[in-house]
Nanobody, 118 residues
Framework: QVQMVESGGGLVQPGGSLRLSCEAS????????MGWYRQDPGKQRELVAH???????TYADSVKGRFTISRENARNTVYLHMNSLKPEDTAVYYC????????????WGQGTQVTVST
């Protein structure tokens, strides 16, 4: 079994910063790509940022220049550094990863709320 545990969400004022963390644990053989998604109520889940096993990154246009995704392979952890936060960044943020145990599958975190408001 694999678990993905997120932390770091919360309430922040516009222009502020937060760092989200997501650690995978369990019977993991290897982790390929990792990513962060977000979802507003009534909307589809959207990709925020993606990082390959080699460290290549991609970002949604709405967060380019403000968010940075990184990973620490020794800790099976992916991070999302969020700067210059805007009210429209408010959402539940989910991490995911393509993980090989005895087979390869996609695993998701439980979600963490980020609220940007005065």
């Amino acid at each position: 079994q694999v678990q993905m545990v997120e932390s770091g969400g919360g309430l922040v004022q516009p222009g502020g910063s937060l760092r989200l963390s997501c650690e995978a644990s369990g019977s993991i053989y290897s982790i390929n790509a990792m990513g962060w998604y977000r979802q507003d109520p009534g909307k589809q889940r959207e990709l925020v940022a993606h990082i390959s096993s080699g460290g290549s990154t991609t970002y949604a246009d709405s967060v380019k220049g403000r968010f940075t995704i990184s990973r620490e392979n020794a800790r099976n952890t992916v991070y999302l550094h969020m700067n210059s936060l805007k009210p429209e960044d408010t959402a539940v943020y989910y991490c995911n990863a393509l993980i090989t145990t005895t087979y390869r599958d996609i695993y998701w975190g439980q979600g963490t709320q980020v609220t940007v408001s005065t």
